[in-house]
């Protein structure tokens, strides 16, 4: 399965204006679009939206007890808001622990269980974390979960950028390739064209909608 470019571009859109326009399991602080879709391809195979949260701090711990009774899941009003989980409570989802997960809680909210979408959801900023991404992957040796670096923020502290919504629409941003993406940001020429191989090739194997949390 794969969306047409303007099907695409429409569809991160929507997943804007929804953080725009509704409660959010965590705060949202930046929204970003990489990979396929901000290359201008056409079709776009897998769309990769990045979503930079903040970790919230106080919200309703005194709740979650009530959340754990009813819905079997552990930290509702610590690691999620339950405002939100009292709003949407059809979305709440938890880890293999059975705490609340806020990167899943994201991801059954803002998107269709079977579209060609991927989501990552960080504590960090997408340009901090693809340095933290890859330093990570050159020392452990394994490219897979590298960052694609190739990415543009439509949404940063509620406020959308008119400019990169538009030099999406109109296909207008410019990027090398991953390989050479890769070699800018340190890689030698042989080990960025392995790590470029590694992320396309696991790209390729995803199915449906999928999700990474990740802390920085």
């Known amino acids: 399965m794969s969306m ?73 009003g610590k690691t999620v808001r339950a405002a939100w989980a009292d709003e949407y409570p059809e979305y709440i989802r938890a880890n293999a622990n059975g705490h609340a997960a806020p990167e899943k809680c994201l991801a059954a909210h803002l998107l269709k269980d079977d579209e060609p979408v991927h989501l990552e959801v960080c504590n960090a900023s997408f340009e901090d974390n693809v340095t933290q991404r ?22 940063l502290d509620g406020e959308r950028s008119p400019d990169a919504f538009q030099k999406l629409r109109d296909n207008e941003f410019v990027f090398p390739t991953l390989t050479q993406s890769l070699s800018m940001l340190g890689m030698d020429e042989t080990e960025a064209g392995d790590a470029a191989d590694a992320v396309k090739q696991y790209r390729a194997q995803q199915e449906g909608a999928t999700v990474r949390g990740d802390v920085v």
């Open 134 to 155: 890859l330093k990570g992957a050159k020392m452990r040796n394994d490219y897979e979960q590298i960052l694609d670096p190739r990415g543009a923020c439509l949404w």
């Open 4 to 76: 047409d470019r303007p099907e695409a571009v429409e569809r991160v859109e929507e997943i804007v204006a929804t953080v725009e326009e509704e409660t959010m399991p965590v705060p949202v602080r930046e929204v970003w679009v990489y990979g396929d879709a901000a290359l201008g391809l056409d079709p776009v195979e897998r769309l990769d939206v990045y979503v930079t949260k903040d970790i919230l701090f106080k919200d309703a711990p005194e709740r979650a007890e009530e959340f754990q009774r009813s819905h079997g899941v552990d930290g509702v």
